[in-house]
């Protein structure tokens, strides 16, 4: 595998439902990010990681908890969603934290998650 | 706040001719602006980062421009062909935390 994978690619759950999204990077990278896609909407960013350690929430609800146990995984933790969360949800990863410069970001393929 | 707009309606440009796609932004002074390409079903892929004292950046057909006075970015493709239909992204780095933000996006259709 090369690049960034996530899985599952979609995903079906219920507002009861308790679900994980998957992240790997093979990039050697040190930052790791989620991101939500909704239509016609900009990127939101919701988590970053550097080094495994949370550097960013923005505002999150909690009913989304990301988990990082090392600098190569990410994960998303999902439970008691709302029909409103129904997004693509993007990992990516970038060589280090931006800083005083901008690194490009990689990103994975997404999961398309719907809930109903 | 701090805000990006990129054109919301889909681009139509005929094969063989140059696309261009704007990328305004208000309340910033970004010291770099990203474009990055999006295919449906996919996650963006990076195309170009330009900084805020180059004026033009170059690669293959794409060209980028940054005016800090306009606030404004221009992403050209030259000779377009259908294989570059897609929708284009632009982002700059936040000036508070360095963290990128994002425009919504133009839909670009090359037509044969």
């Known amino acids: 595998e090369t690049g960034v994978t996530q899985t599952p690619r979609h995903l079906v759950m219920g507002m009861t439902n308790k679900k994980s999204l998957k992240c790997e990077q093979h990039l050697g990278h040190n930052a790791m990010y989620w991101y939500k896609q909704s239509a016609k909407k900009p990127l939101e960013l919701m988590f970053v990681?550097?080094?495994?350690?949370?550097?960013e929430n923005n505002s999150v609800p909690s009913r989304f908890s990301p988990e990082c146990p090392n600098s190569s995984h990410l994960f998303l933790h999902l439970h008691t969603l709302q029909p409103e969360d129904s997004a693509l949800y993007l990992c990516?990863?970038?060589?280090?934290?931006?800083?005083?410069?901008?690194?490009?970001?990689?990103f994975g393929p997404g999961t398309r998650l719907t809930v109903t | 706040s701090q805000k990006i707009e990129q054109n919301s309606e889909a681009l139509n440009i005929q094969e063989g001719k140059t696309a261009t796609l704007t990328c305004n932004y208000t309340?910033?002074?970004?010291?770099?602006l990203q474009w990055y390409r999006q295919d449906p079903g996919r996650g963006p892929v990076f195309l170009l980062l330009i900084r805020e004292n180059e004026k033009e950046k170059r690669k293959e057909r794409l060209k980028v421009t940054f005016d800090t006075t306009l606030k404004q970015s221009l992403f050209h493709i030259t000779a377009s062909q259908p294989a570059d239909s897609a929708t284009y992204l632009c982002?700059?780095?936040?000036?508070?935390?360095?963290?990128?933000?994002w425009g919504a996006g133009t839909k670009l259709i090359i037509k044969p």
């Open positions: 982002a700059l780095v936040s000036d508070s935390n360095y963290q990128l933000i």
């Open positions: 990516a990863s970038s060589p280090r934290l931006a800083g005083s410069v901008s690194y490009e970001q990689y």
């Open positions: 309340n910033y002074s970004p010291a770099y």
């Open positions: 990681y550097n080094f495994k350690e949370q550097t």
